[in-house]
């Protein structure tokens, strides 16, 4: 069982710079978000998408873009990287919450550590 | 807007000791709580979910309770062992499919 796949795992980055994180899952779920973790803080939510073809600013979307034109894949796109966005990524999926199918928890990869020097 | 936030942001115990951890959020039109723990340096490890319809659930020495109304949650780790030693995340689906975290609790079990 795959789950929820982030490529890549390190990736050091020199300002003005972009890339594409990836995020893949196998769990046909609907929801898939991006969050970004500093050291010694919670999570927070980047961008969000419902669907394929739908997607929606979080907490902290400047800087990033994202897309969703499959259910399987939601990449992150960092344009004109800057020191602010070192980080570790988090990719999450879930099914539809608030429906009566009982696991509608959340899987989370296993994170992508950027550093923009 | 969606706030979540936990206390205390720092817990250190004795090994054997109950605790609890709290989690309170400032919108209660949520779907489900989720409760996390993140070891150093790794991922994110679901422990417990609950619907908004529950009040609780349970899984080994951890049981989770929600007080939607009041916009409160609590972690209770019973007889806490060095493994336990972790951070600790709570976070809320908003209705419209957000899924907002509290910053997290520390937790240290001394042998």
């Known amino acids: 069982n795959a789950g929820v796949t982030q490529t890549p795992k390190f990736r050091i980055l020199k300002i003005g710079q972009s890339m594409t994180l990836q995020c893949a899952q196998d769990?046909?779920?609907?929801?898939m978000y991006w969050y970004r973790q500093d050291p010694g803080m919670g999570l927070k939510l980047i961008y969000y998408?419902?669907?394929?073809?739908?997607?929606d600013k979080g907490e902290v979307p400047n800087g990033y873009n994202v897309s969703r034109s499959t259910t399987e894949d939601f990449p992150l796109r960092l344009e004109l990287a800057a020191p602010s966005q070192t980080s570790v990524y988090f990719c999450a999926s879930s099914s539809l919450p608030g429906t009566a199918k009982m696991n509608t928890e959340a899987f989370f990869g296993q994170g992508t550590r950027l550093t923009v020097v | 807007k969606q706030e979540v936030t936990q206390i205390p942001a720092a817990l250190s115990v004795p090994e054997g000791e109950n605790l609890v951890l709290n989690c309170s959020f400032t919108d209660s039109a949520i779907y489900n709580l989720q409760w996390f723990r993140q070891d150093p340096g790794k991922g994110l490890t679901s422990l417990l979910l609950?619907?908004?319809?529950?009040r609780e659930q349970t899984s080994g020495r951890l049981n989770a309770s929600l007080d939607k109304s009041s916009g409160r949650s609590t972690l209770y780790i019973a007889a806490s062992q060095p493994g336990d030693s972790a951070t600790y995340l709570c976070a809320v689906y908003n209705q419209g499919g957000k899924l907002i975290f509290g910053q997290g609790t520390e937790l240290s079990v001394k042998p």
């Open positions: 609950i619907q908004s319809s529950q």
């Open positions: 998408s419902v669907g394929a073809g739908i997607t």
């Open positions: 769990m046909n779920h609907n929801y």
